[in-house]
């Protein structure tokens, strides 16, 4: 059978702790998940870290290290954001279930990516924009906060009680329908529509750059929640293209 975790990747942003990536990389490896990736650990490798993971070592080694969050979910067409709290614009919010649920539905068509934030700060608004559904450990409002590799331990082990359910003929049903015709558009082409949508907008003076407000963030909701896929996307391009051209000719 095809290693549907090989799809999967977990993704820590900034992480201050090495002990945290050890604990993660154990907590990947006993759910059967290996790749993970590093958005600027402050301190990796580590001795600290390799101690943590308690024989997951392979998983620290294989380990990717990036620069920016859009580099890690790169080629991702899900890409879910976990938050320990609620932030300005609400984004579709998933329960770990029904997180894995949808994982699990998607895994064997595309790259998935599971984004975790700072120990200190979570992640921040525009990096939980880059996300088409953000996953809420339901955990004590007083107290709400998990450990970083805690929430990995239930995000991964979620995924694979998924796994395990839909080998025993009792697939869990995803959230959003995963019967579609066309591949969905990755992260990085929604990326370039955005930038395209923006500069667009700007031209039309729709778009105040001295005063954008929330209009992207509106938008980028709007769209990562429709779940482009490949041809919905080029044609989106295509209108930003003859809009920008018709300009050009109209000056
Ligand atoms: N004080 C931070 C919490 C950071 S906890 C904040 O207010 O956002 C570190 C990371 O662990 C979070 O960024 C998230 O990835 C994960 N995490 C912790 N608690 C969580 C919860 N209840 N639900 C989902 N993710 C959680």
């Known amino acids: 059978?095809?290693?549907l975790m090989a799809n999967a990747r977990i993704v820590l942003v900034n992480t201050s702790?090495?002990?945290?990536?050890?604990?993660?990389?154990?907590?990947m490896k006993n759910m059967g998940i290996h790749n993970l990736v590093l958005v600027e650990p402050r301190d990796f490798p580590?001795?600290?870290?390799?101690?943590?993971?308690?024989?997951?070592?392979?998983?620290?080694?294989?380990?990717?290290?990036?620069?920016?969050?859009?580099?890690?979910?790169?080629?991702?067409?899900?890409?879910?954001?976990?938050?320990?709290?609620?932030?300005?614009?609400?984004?579709?919010?998933?329960?770990?279930r029904e997180t894995a649920a949808q994982a699990l539905a998607e895994l064997p068509k595309h790259q998935v990516a599971f984004v975790f934030g700072r120990e200190d700060r979570g992640l921040t608004n525009e990096e939980l924009h880059l996300c088409n559904f953000h996953v809420h450990i339901p955990?004590?409002?007083?107290?709400?906060?998990?450990?970083?590799?805690?929430?990995?331990?239930?995000?991964?082990?979620?995924?694979?009680?998924?796994?395990l359910a839909a080998n025993e003929g009792d697939t869990p049903k995803p959230i959003w329908g995963t019967q579609w015709d066309e591949e969905l558009a990755t992260n990085?082409?929604?990326?370039?529509?955005?930038?395209?949508?923006?500069?667009?907008l700007i031209e039309v003076e729709f778009l105040d750059p001295e005063s954008p407000r929330q209009l992207m963030a509106r938008l980028r909701r709007l769209y990562v929640?429709?779940?482009?896929?490949?041809?919905?996307?080029?044609?989106?391009?295509g209108i930003l293209t003859a809009i920008q051209r018709t300009l050009k000719k109209l000056r």
Not at 189 to 195: A, N, Y
């Open 1 to 3: 059978m095809q290693n």
């Open 188 to 200: 990085d082409q929604m990326e370039k529509l955005f930038e395209h949508m923006a500069q667009t």
């Open 46 to 96: 580590s001795g600290k870290a390799d101690a943590r993971s308690a024989g997951a070592q392979d998983v620290l080694e294989d380990a990717l290290v990036v620069d920016t969050l859009a580099e890690a979910i790169q080629g991702c067409a899900l890409v879910v954001g976990t938050s320990a709290r609620s932030r300005n614009i609400p984004w579709p919010l998933l329960d770990p």
């Open 139 to 163: 955990s004590h409002e007083e107290f709400s906060s998990l450990n970083l590799a805690a929430a990995v331990q239930v995000i991964t082990y979620e995924l694979r009680m998924a796994l």
């Open 17 to 27: 702790h090495p002990g945290n990536i050890g604990g993660a990389a154990r907590a």
């Open 225 to 237: 929640r429709a779940r482009m896929d490949r041809i919905e996307h080029n044609i989106m391009r």
